[in-house]
């Protein structure tokens, strides 16, 4: 079902301030072929959200809270359809942001994904797992939100699309995901031997071993 299915096209890894503090950002980049409008509805209503994410609760404009089952939850800073939407992204204890960019191109919808965190935080966990860690799993959401957007409504199975990451298709992705991750890592300048042992504990997270 989701053989050749791609998350991110172009992966990124960059250092750079956020509220005048070091941080981390792990950039994911792809091209759907639908919209601007249609994208924006996919990516901010209530009711197709969970269709290729995941079940979400809160009040969904700007300022309000919104709640993630069994994952983060946050608040929405900006919201300016169909081109930004800016979130606060609390998970563990923590706090980093996402944002999502999106621009015409071509006879589609060019996505740009960043997920900010400051060095400060969580060094412990970025010591073991680098940008992989939220990588892999923004990889997985993108790629859903594709097949999502491929597929009629009426033959859409969401379950076997839950299902998929624990097969041993979906777990080869992931390691696939976590290494593509490790080779945005080095091109932004970490060590290529630290950069692939991080993505490795990442990609034995995501698998189960």
């Not at 979400?56 to 069994?70: A, V």
């Not at 990588?135 to 033959?155: C, F, H, K, N, Q």
């Not at 777990?171 to 970490?190: C, F, N, Q, V």
Request: hydrophobic residues 40%; charged residues 25%.
């Amino acid at each position: 079902m989701f053989a050749n299915a791609i998350g991110a096209e172009v992966r990124q890894y960059v250092e750079r301030e956020h509220d005048g503090k070091p941080a981390r950002v792990v950039v994911a980049t792809r091209h759907y072929p639908t919209p601007p409008d249609d994208l924006w509805d996919a990516l901010t209503d209530a009711r197709r959200i969970p269709r290729w994410f995941l079940p979400i609760q809160g009040d969904l404009k700007l300022g309000g809270r919104y709640q993630l089952e069994g994952n983060a939850g946050g608040t929405i800073t900006r919201c300016d359809p169909p081109v930004a939407l800016d979130v606060t992204w609390e998970f563990g204890g923590g706090v980093s942001w996402v944002s999502v960019r999106l621009e015409p191109q071509g006879e589609g919808t060019l996505l740009t994904l960043e997920h900010i965190m400051l060095k400060s935080d969580m060094r412990d966990h970025w010591a073991q797992y680098g940008p992989a860690a939220v990588g892999v799993g923004w990889d997985l959401t993108i790629m859903g939100l594709g097949r999502y957007l491929a597929t009629d409504e009426a033959s859409w199975d969401k379950a076997a699309a839950a299902a998929w990451p624990a097969s041993d298709e979906g777990k080869a992705y992931m390691r696939d995901s976590a290494e593509a991750w490790a080779r945005a890592h080095i091109a932004g300048g970490e060590d290529p031997e630290i950069a692939h042992a991080m993505a490795a504990r990442t990609a034995g997270f995501y698998t189960g071993g």
